[in-house]
């Protein structure tokens, strides 16, 4: 198949987990066979057409429109703050050239041809909803979360994009049944919804790869005796990933597990809060606030360090992160009301149990089911087992890929 792909972040850029689900998904895609183009966002000076990794990218250059936006854009953005509506009017630019790119270079100068139009979320919705009307093929329209659940009310204008675009759409494709659900209450027709779950190399996820000593300087470094627990909170730290609450958490933690110590790896928002709790629960010695961006080398050492993995999100349409912890063998501990797609990923109770669902505003249901898996090595020891066997058997980028072309394959017939 012949694709034209419009994803806002691809590499060498990255804003969050959509850059990385674009990276992997198109280069899986390629190995299948498919011919894959392209059209991301140009943060700086990158090359406007280059080949990446066998994939064909256009980054065009983007003009400041600003200056010019209040004339051509709704109310609702108007009174955004200024770095908002530099930040829309970028997005704007970026999709209007890359659907002019498309058909205008692409199609109608180099007399090359596409059998489905892709974009994801409402950050490249409207090129392809511009390509797919002027080139009259299939437009297919992932939406990894909306704007409700992101914001709570939001923003009306992105509503709009994301509800015309689901309108607009030939299939929707999402991330979990929660996420569909969720689309379908917002009045999206669920006659086109289609789910197919992100997933994780499970070879680079892959515990027995990481060096023992690697892992042992890493706690060592953290200040983790030989003879204490590593909780582990990974995500940007903001209301809607719920670290808030785990910290909350910790008192009650520590009157069970005294050795227990948490890490909380991300930046965001909530810094200042979380600093505050720190010093108001008396957890400085007991709290590591790594307030900083790793590599993926080096989340991976965090994930192979820890004892438990916790995400309490509050709305979480998948969770990659929870995905790399289970690959590593790691139990997990999540959020699991509202649109929470941590629910269909980990089995709480049985044969496969490989971690535990909780209330994410109640701190007591996070501590409660932290200390039992503190407390019981052998469940500890089986619920890692179970939870990369789980990751190996639905959530590898190959599952992931071959779904999600066998409904490219579906619309473009």
Not at 284 to 299: M, P
């Amino acid at each position: 198949m012949k694709i034209a792909y419009f994803v806002d972040e691809f590499p060498p850029f990255f804003r969050g987990g959509l850059g990385t689900y674009a990276m992997e998904m198109t280069r899986k895609l390629v190995r299948l066979g498919h011919d894959v183009t392209v059209f991301s966002r140009n943060v700086g000076r990158a090359p406007t057409r280059d080949v990446w990794d066998g994939i064909e990218v256009h980054r065009p250059i983007l003009v400041d429109l600003a200056e010019i936006l209040p004339f051509i854009v709704p109310e609702d953005v108007r009174s955004w703050p200024p770095e908002g509506r530099r930040f829309f009017a970028e997005t704007l630019c970026y999709n209007i050239l890359s659907a002019s790119k498309l058909v205008n270079v692409l199609v109608e100068q180099e007399k090359r041809s596409f059998d489905v139009i892709v974009s994801h979320d409402w950050l490249s919705a409207p090129a392809g909803m511009i390509a797919s009307e002027i080139l009259k093929k299939p437009f297919i329209f992932h939406v990894h979360s909306t704007e409700q659940g992101r914001a709570g009310d939001g923003s009306s204008t992105i509503k709009a994009i994301e509800k015309l675009a689901g309108e607009f759409a030939t299939i929707i494709i999402t991330v979990s049944y929660a996420m569909r659900d969720e689309l379908v209450r917002l009045g999206y027709d669920e006659s086109k919804i289609r789910v197919v779950y992100n997933g994780i190399d499970p070879e680079k996820y892959n515990p027995t790869r990481v060096k023992k000593d690697e892992v042992a300087g890493l706690r060592a470094h953290l200040g983790i005796g030989d003879d204490e627990f590593m909780i582990l909170f990974v995500g940007r730290l903001t209301w809607v990933k719920g670290a808030d609450s785990l910290m909350r958490a910790m008192p009650m933690i520590l009157e069970e597990v005294p050795n227990a110590k948490l890490v909380i790896l991300g930046v965001g928002e909530q810094e200042g809060l979380l600093r505050h709790l720190i010093s108001s629960l008396q957890l400085a010695n007991r709290v590591i606030l790594v307030n900083r961006y790793v590599s993926e080398a080096e989340r991976i050492l965090f994930y192979a360090a820890c004892d438990v993995a916790v995400f309490p999100s509050r709305y979480e349409p998948f969770g990659i992160v929870c995905t790399e912890a289970m690959a590593m063998a790691k139990p997990v501990v999540v959020g699991a009301r509202g649109t929470s797609g941590l629910r269909e990923q980990v089995i709480p109770s049985g044969d496969g149990i490989c971690g535990a669902h909780i209330n994410p505003d109640d701190p007591n249901d996070i501590a409660k089911f932290v200390v039992l898996i503190l407390k019981d090595e052998e469940l500890r020891r089986k619920m890692g087992q179970n939870a990369r066997n789980r990751v190996l058997s639905q959530f590898t980028w190959d599952k992931v890929a071959r779904d999600t072309i066998s409904i490219y394959e579906e619309v473009a017939k």
